[in-house]
């Protein structure tokens, strides 16, 4: 079926190194893509977005890249904090966000 | 602006009973989305209210049941509660359902079947 995954359930950085997190769709009709953080007990927040007429777009000390060649997504965080500690989740949205499974990332100082 | 909010944060129900979860939408959002979110996994769409109507649906039991009202606020109701029920229950809200418009998620209610 159609479903948005993540390549690894978690990650383990030190802080100010630069963390990487990937994502693998599989619907090439899909158009816009959002990555989401998820504290323990929070709801999911608004990281950044992305639209398939692009294929990166930066905020702060964040990056997505987008490849609709490959169907992949990527979500790059410079300069790590422990604050930036929590599950990351791809969605594709089809009217209804459909996530994946999610990263955890772990840094530590 | 108080953002998405929900109520209440966490609920404890037995095997039967029926259970309401309420969500009220960021300021100048008219669209309301609920998702279950089981431990470890990511959320799953249960559906989505717009105009005061089920815009779309996911792939749950009829069980499962909501309503929006004119002031664009939003209740989830799941009638004969089972103990696979338990999970986090989030409501998102959008301005104008569609399938670009950035979602903002709710706290979440914390729902235990016991």
């Known amino acids: 079926g159609e479903s948005v995954g993540l390549h690894l359930p978690t990650l383990s950085v030190q802080e100010g190194d630069n963390s990487i997190i990937n994502c693998a769709y599989s619907n090439s009709a899909s158009d816009y893509f959002i990555w989401y953080k998820q504290e323990s007990g929070k709801g999911p927040q608004f990281i950044i977005d992305?639209?398939?007429?692009?294929d990166k777009r930066q905020g702060q000390r964040v990056t997505v890249l987008l490849n609709k060649t490959v169907k992949h997504l990527s979500l790059q965080i410079a300069a790590t904090q422990p604050g930036d500690s929590a599950v990351y989740f791809c969605?594709?949205?089809?009217?209804?966000?459909?996530f994946g499974k999610g990263t955890t990332l772990s840094v530590s100082s | 602006d108080a953002g998405v909010t929900q109520s209440p944060t966490h609920l404890i129900k037995t095997r039967g009973q029926q259970v309401t979860l309420r969500c009220s939408p960021k300021?100048?959002?008219?669209?309301v989305s609920w998702y279950q979110q089981a431990l470890g996994q990511g959320p799953q769409f249960i559906f989505q209210y717009y105009e005061e109507e089920e815009r779309q649906r996911g792939n749950f039991p009829d069980r499962f049941s909501g309503h929006q009202f004119p002031n664009y606020s939003s209740e989830l109701n799941v009638n004969a509660l089972l103990l696979g029920d338990s999970a986090l229950y989030l409501c998102?809200?959008?301005?104008?359902?569609?399938?670009?418009?950035?979602?903002?998620f709710g706290q979440g209610t914390r729902l235990t079947v016991v």
């Open positions: 992305i639209r398939s007429n692009m």
């Open positions: 998102a809200s959008s301005h104008n359902a569609g399938q670009d418009t950035e979602a903002f």
């Open positions: 300021s100048g959002h008219d669209t």
């Open positions: 969605a594709e949205s089809r009217i209804a966000l459909i």
